[in-house]
């Protein structure tokens, strides 16, 4: 059956640096456009990272939130999905979740699109 599982989150201060990893399986991952959105207490989900099947380029899309400072990545050998967080601030602790869609191999930032979902991580920036 199709999995989704996030990993990597954690407690880091102000400016540090966090990798997250979600592993897929039960599903053709590489015809999957992937996703990671966040959601912080009292909050509503946002997507905040996505990027596309290699056959439509590959292309990533970030938040304006993150841009500049947090980095998505895929490896279709490994069925594995990243997100490297670098500058971190309070404002990102958050639980983030992975998510996969199948439609055309293009990825959105809207959590609608996503019919699949990992179950979380939690990152937590504090000094």
């Known amino acids: 059956h199709l999995q989704l599982v996030e990993s990597g989150g954690g407690l880091v201060q102000p400016g540090g640096s966090l990798r997250l990893s979600c592993a897929a399986s039960g599903f053709e991952f590489e015809y999957h456009a992937m996703a990671w959105f966040r959601q912080a207490p009292g909050k509503e989900r946002e997507g905040i990272s996505c990027?596309?099947?290699?056959?439509?380029?590959?292309?990533?899309h970030y938040a304006d939130s993150v841009k500049g400072r947090f980095t998505i990545s895929r490896d279709d050998a490994k069925n594995m999905v990243y997100l490297e967080m670098n500058s971190l601030k309070p404002d990102d602790t958050a639980v983030y979740y992975c998510a996969a869609v199948g439609l055309f191999g293009l990825c959105f930032l809207s959590s609608g699109h996503y019919p699949w979902w990992g179950q979380g991580t939690s990152a937590t920036v504090s000094s």
């Open positions: 990027i596309e099947i290699a056959r439509s380029g590959g292309h990533t």
